[in-house]
């Protein structure tokens, strides 16, 4: 059979045997259900099912034998996502199926049903199918169309917030302003032409769902719109509600601190009372910079106000997917320059570069990560070493909590690389021009 001859799996199949395209390095390589017998047992006398309980089988992350209901990972199992599901009646969210369990008994989970997988691929690419359906029916949830009638989009204040739904069906708005409004934002991918030439099932998925609808609701940015270069957008936020956002993010009185950007906004210092919620009562949330003043989560975890590496660095990416669509011709004004407008990618410039300057040295010659006395800061054994912290102080930018988090924090070194990586890749430089402008686009 010559290539020509080839439909498009047997092309991916092909490239896999040749090595020009690794399409198994993710898969579902995830068991559905593995607990007690081959996982974290370090049980004294082999005893798994005492040492391994229920509430920890169902809370907690694994070191290996990873397993999830319809999950996917990659060949290593270093990245295991999977779906999380809830049977309308528990207290907890399941992520696998437990089945029987020895000397605890099931837990009503008795996993005795079949089971049958009735579409795939040899080369897993039918996989990306599956989770843009996932991403269609969040997409409708948000926006208040599942079994709500209610958005988390507050149209008034330009931001995502909590809601709460009481058991006689009332829905209430929780009006805080935290990272909760903006990991909306993670949730945005670019699809390039390439993808959609050796993927038309999935290209005629987005081209079903032009506008943006699912189930007769608009719930996302138009998955049909394309740039200048033949891309396609999957976010939960459009433009518009993009340029929003961003006004409190980049106001620093609100999200925006010299070292990058609070896990609560700063409005919330002075703006404390929440007034009465259902189901919790009254309620106030502070905006606390350092140190949790709570013994909430064993009281040295804070995420109402300190500055977290992680969200920080998806926030990034995340814009930086928004301009690689959007193009420079997307311009927003930026309350902490003075109302100067800046482009998508500028602005995560200039988000990363104050994250960097939390392990620079300032004009003064401090590292700001650091105490002032601390022996990092002077000593010449010391000087050039840094600790990895948690979290950083929202206003000094000290850091906080544990200082080995080189899984997460280590990742100020991708920002700093940023600096020296300014190109887009090769492919692109031979295709041409910037995206078209959202406006003209959107309007058609």
Known sequence: ??????????????????????????????????????????????TAWEYLDHDQARSRAYRWNEDGMGGIC???????????????????LKERAF????????????????????????????????YYEQFLSIANAVTGHGDGDMSLWDAEDGFFKDLIITPDGGRYRVDVYSWVGLIPLFAAEVVDKRLLAGAPRFAALLKSHKGGFFQGNFVCVCPDWENARGEHLLALADHSMLARILERLLNEEEFLSDYGVRGVS????????????????EAIIE???????????????????PIWMPTNFLLVQALEKYHRFLGNTYKVPVPCLGGQELTLKEIATLISERLVD?????????????PPRSPFQS??????????YEYFHGETGQGLGASHQTGWTGLIANLVMRRYRTEIPKYWRSRGSEAASPTAALAS
């Open 287 to 305: 905006y606390v910079p350092g140190e949790s003043n709570s013994a909430l989560f064993g009281g040295n975890s804070n995420w109402r106000g």
């Open 358 to 370: 939390i392990y620079r040295r300032d004009e003064t010659g401090r590292i700001r990560s650091h």
């Open 1 to 46: 059979m010559t290539r020509q001859q080839m439909n498009a799996e047997q092309k991916r199949l092909e490239n896999q045997h040749t090595g020009k395209e690794d399409w198994h390095l993710w898969g579902p390589y995830l068991a559905e259900r593995a607990w007690g017998t081959v996982r974290e047992d370090y049980s004294e006398h082999g």
């Open 99 to 130: 089945g029987l369990t020895g000397n605890q008994g099931n837990h009503r989970e008795d996993v005795k049903e079949y089971f049958f997988y009735l579409d795939a691929t040899p080369s897993h690419s039918y996989l990306r199918y599956l």
């Open 379 to 388: 000593n010449p054994d010391w000087k050039d070493l840094h600790l990895f």
């Open 74 to 92: 990659d060949e290593q199992q270093r990245l295991c996502p999977a779906f999380a599901f809830w049977n309308g009646r528990d207290p907890i």
């Open 266 to 281: 700063k409005l919330h210092a002075t703006r404390r009372d929440l007034g009465h919620i259902p189901g919790v009562g």
